[in-house]
Structures are given as C-alpha cells and as structure tokens.
C-alpha cells in the first residue's frame, strides 16, 4: 500500500519553484532556494529546507546491532533517574516510590558525605534500583561503601563513576564489576561539562570519544580485554531543547563509538550506553518556569534519540537546592512523556528520518574530523589547549548570537517580567554541583542578562529608561513595544509619552517620568517629520542620551537600536548613562 498514492507526483524542483516566488514576494530573494534558507549549526553543519530520500547517508542498520545508530540496545524506553546532591533519605524514597527508576549520588565534601550513604540508601532494594556514583577523589571509597551495603549478593547494577584517566581507581573497579558484577559499570565518560563550557555538539562529542579512548586504553593496559574494557563504560551527554540537534548527537554519539569498538577489534561490543541529562547551561534563574518547557523538549529528545537513561534536572536547579515540588515535576515530565505520551512504547521513532538520519551523520563526521585533531595532538589528556581553544571561540560565537538576540532566550533576553517575584530556594552546599572537566569554565546562556537584571533590581528605584513615543497608538506601539522588551530584558522599567507629536508635550513627560535616558519610537514617515525636534527638545529637557527604535540619522539622535542590534551592548550603554555601577 502506497500511502500518496492519491496524490500528484512533487518534484524537488516543484517545490523549488514554489519556494522561490515566497522568497521574491517576501524581499528574501538572492540565490537558490536552499541557499537562501540553509543554516549553518556552530560545527559547520548544513541545515536544509527541504529533505527527501536522496539525503539517506546509508543503511543505518537495525536497532540493537552495529553500528548502532538505532540504539545500542533493540529496547523500547529509559531508566528515569533523578540526581541528589545531599543526604536526604526521604527525598530519595519519595522519588524511587513515584516514577523514579534509578539514582544518581553526588558523593563527597559538600555533597553526600560517604560515611551517610548507608542512612540514604537504608531502604532501598539495591538489587532493584541501579545507583550511579560521583565521587571524584572520592570515588574508591564510596564504591566501597556501595559494595558493603549490597552485602553478598551480586545484584548491584549503576555505575560507579570511575575513571583510569583520572586516576579515581578505575582499572581496579573495572576489574572488580567484571568479574563479579554484570550489572555494574565502573567508569563513568562525562562529556557534560564540554558542552557546560560552551562548547558545540560535535566538540561534546569528539572529546567524549577521546576521552572513552583513553579509558579504554587505560583499562586494556590494567589487564582487561578490550571487550570487557568496552562494557565497563557509560557516556554521559547534554540533552538540550533544540529536539533534533540532541538527537542527532545521540544517535552520532552511537556510530562514532561503533566505529571506535570496530578499529579495537571488537564490533559486537559497540553498543553505547548513553546516560542524558538535560542541560544545565541552558537553564535560566529568570523566570524559570520556562525551564518545565526546556526540559520537557530536552527529554523527549532524549528519549526519542535513544538514551538509556535520562536525567531531568529540576526547573529551579540553578537556584540552589531543588524542593519537593521541583522533583515531582522532573520525575512527573519523564512519567508522563513514557506513559501517555506513549514515548516509551517505540523502538526509535525517529529512524528512517531523511532529516535527522542526514543531520547524525554530518554531525558523526564533523565530531570525527575534530576527535582525529585531538588524537594527532597525543589525545585528550595532552589536547587541553587546542580542546579549551576551540570550545572558547564557539562559546564566543554563541555569546553573540545571544546578545543579538539570534538566539533567543524566552523570560530573559526575549519577553522578561520586570515585576517577577524571585524564585527562593535554598543555597546548594558546595561541592554538590557536577565536576568540570580539567580547567573548563562552566556557564549558563542567560548569565549576561541576568547579571543586569539583579543590578536593578538592586536599586531603591529601579532605573528607568522613556519611550518618546511619537503620533497616533497604530503609528508607535509596534516600535514601543520592540524597545520596551530591549530594555526590560536588562530589569530597566519603560515609560510612555502617549500618543502625540508635539515635542515640548514629549519632552515634559519626559521630565515628569524622572527618566535621564529617552527612545523615540513611531514609523519612518513620522520619525522624518518629528525626530529632530523631538531629540532636541528632549535633550533640552535633560537626556542623557537619546535612542531611536529603528534605522536612520537624524539631529539630536545619539544612536539606534533595531532587530539583530547588540542588545548586550545597548543595556550597558543604557547602564553607564543612567549611572547603574556595572
């Protein structure tokens, strides 16, 4: 059965033509359709208008069998596990008795001392719950702990979140779990805080497989054959809420490990098992309700990606300790994507996708170009300045696509609450916040904005910025609007001028408002006839500086501000004028 078959045959070129005559209409005309509206992602990968079967890369093989890219395992759903940072038994048992599948402990100083695993973990069936560790320096003796409460049996299954490269007993625990427990992984390949440094999905990529390489290489030199070395590993990845990019990396994730597994000899053992775990750089503290619908799209993609196991940080987890309520939502937004949504009932979804199969595959290839860099420069222990180098340009192009607002961030940059209430959790302890990765800068997307926006809050009356606004309510309130949202995503408050053209009536409100920095705001044609005397007269009633919402150069304007401006830029501008220390 053909499913189009009652429809007219379309043509690539068909749509070509059809797409061309919007572009004309829209003023966007300048080359090819796919041309004109391609995307290049920070990795230097195409994204198309238009797929179709030509774009398939290749068989992708079948889910469960090499190389892979279908899932490492022929399984439909994941392990819902929730991460906690302090000892708090009944948190755990609330989550484990409420969806929760297994446990991530952040052990160590600051965190879960290891002495208290044994009171968090008292009434939890160890053979039924898998319990993953991070410890770091800590990690031999928690595992010890883990091991001592499981007693004789060899039900333990988790991950014990060593490491050979780092030296946190590794070699000696990969030995001990594949000897005596299968269930159990000991090392734990973090490629988290690469992407928490700003880096790009194929740089997150390509520094996980260095990383596993060379803990593969550690483990096979401690005496572990290289198929046992391979079972001992699970990658841990960001999960972001661009849907397709998060899974298309997991799915790249799994060919480029296969292709790792089938150069050491040993295809059949390529299956690679993937923790995710939505990601921390991209949760705001503004508004962070918002974060519910980030995380929502992040774990559905790494669900339908493919993960083994998926983490969803709770909405308010950059403030500090998450409560009750924000761990029922985490847990609940898994329950609910497996359960109702039917996530959980499909053996990869978004297989045989022209799109996504394409877009793996390009990522696969760019990760492996940069992973081969990495391997030429002596591998990832001895790569640090070329890896921190190149992670530090794409976090600075990405920095200025947020200022320019090319990539929004909705509640900060784009539709802030001036008058939101703050959200109050209770300050994290320190260490429990996940390891960086050698040297690297952790950093959250929306910090720029955010650092302003506590600034005015800070003051006694918050700093005010007046929309002169020009003509009749239908000439300035699209103008009005766009520039009030510019300068309310620094915590700058916005006052008009009403509807009006007369320049003394502006400039009076003006000086009523108690504002020292003004914005004209209305159409072209009002801004000829109006715009001069308006400045002047405004700079007469004491601005500052004077913008103008739009393009053009007029007596009197002391600057523009328009859509794909510096917005970063404009607020400190705003800042200094207005004399709000920075």
């Avoid at 005496?223 to 046992?228: P, R, T, W």
């Avoid at 000899?265 to 990601?279: D, M, N, Y």
């Avoid at 996708?353 to 990495?374: G, K, M, P, T």
């Avoid at 008058?419 to 109050?424: A, Q």
Wanted: proline share 5%; glycine share 10%.
């Amino acid at each position: 059965m053909e499913l189009a078959a009652g429809f007219a045959s379309i043509s690539r070129d068909d749509w070509r033509a059809l797409a061309a005559e919007v572009l004309r209409k829209s003023g966007a005309e300048g080359g090819a359709p796919e041309e004109v509206l391609s995307r290049r992602t920070y990795d230097g990968v195409t994204v198309a208008p238009l797929y179709d079967a030509d774009d398939l890369p290749g068989d992708p093989g079948s889910p469960g069998a090499a190389p892979y890219v279908r899932g490492a395992r022929a399984v439909a759903g994941w392990d819902v596990r929730q991460r906690h940072a302090v000892p708090d038994p009944e948190a755990v048992l609330a989550d484990l008795e409420n969806g929760v599948t297994s446990l991530w402990l952040v052990v160590g100083d600051g965190a879960i001392p290891v002495g208290e695993l044994g009171a968090v973990l008292k009434d939890v069936y160890l053979d039924l719950a898998p319990i993953v560790l991070q410890a770091g320096e800590r990690t031999p003796e928690a595992a010890e702990a883990l091991f001592a409460l499981a007693g004789d049996t060899n039900g333990l299954s988790g991950n014990l979140g060593a490491s050979a490269v780092l030296g946190t007993g590794g070699v000696e625990l990969a030995t001990r779990c594949a000897a005596g427990h299968p269930g159990l992984r000991a090392v734990t390949v973090d490629a988290t805080p690469y992407h928490d440094a700003g880096g790009s999905d194929a740089e997150e990529l390509a520094c996980s497989i260095a990383l596993g390489v060379a803990e593969l290489r550690a483990l096979t030199g401690g005496g572990l054959s290289v198929e046992q070395a391979l079972g001992q590993l699970e990658f841990r990845y960001a999960a972001i809420a661009d849907q397709f990019a998060t899974i298309a990396k997991l799915r790249a994730a799994r060919r480029l490990w296969a292709r790792v597994a089938e150069a050491c000899g040993a295809p059949g053992a390529g299956g690679q098992r993937q923790h995710a775990v939505t990601s921390s750089a991209m949760m705001t503290s503004r508004d962070p309700y918002v974060n519910m619908l980030r995380t929502t799209v992040a774990c559905f993609a790494a669900g339908v990606g493919g993960a083994e196991a998926v983490t969803v940080q709770p909405f308010d987890a950059c403030l500090g300790l998450p409560d009750a309520f924000s761990r029922r939502i985490a847990r609940n937004t898994q329950s609910l994507l497996l359960e109702e949504s039917g996530l959980g009932r499909v053996i990869d979804p978004a297989g045989g996708s022209w799109y996504v199969e394409r877009r793996a595959a390009d990522l696969a290839q760019a990760a492996w170009a940069f992973f081969q860099e990495i391997e030429a420069a002596g591998g990832i222990e001895a790569a640090g300045d070329l890896v921190s180098g190149r992670i530090a340009a794409t976090r600075d192009r990405r920095a200025d696509d947020i200022a320019h607002r090319r990539l929004p961030i909705t509640g900060v940059s784009e539709y802030p609450d001036v008058g939101e209430k703050p959200l109050r959790s209770r300050p994290a302890p320190p260490g429990s916040d996940p390891a960086q990765a050698g040297a690297l800068p952790s950093v959250r997307y929306a910090e720029p904005f955010e650092r302003l926006r506590a600034l005015a809050d800070a003051r006694p009356d918050r700093p005010k910025v007046f929309l002169a606004t020009i003509g009749p309510l239908s000439a300035h309130t699209a103008r009005a609007a766009f520039a009030a949202n510019l300068f309310q995503a620094g915590g700058l408050a916005t006052e008009t001028a009403g509807p009006g053209t007369d320049p003394e009536q502006i400039a009076t409100a003006f000086a009523v408002s108690g504002a020292a920095v003004a914005c004209l705001c209305s159409t072209d044609k009002l801004y000829d006839e109006h715009a001069t005397a308006v400045a002047a007269a405004l700079h007469r009633a004491g601005a500052r500086k004077v913008w103008l919402a739009g393009k053009g150069r007029y007596e009197g304007v002391d600057a523009d501000l328009h859509a794909g401006c510096d917005v970063l830029a404009v607020l400190s501008e705003t800042f200094d004028d207005l004399e709000v220390t920075r």
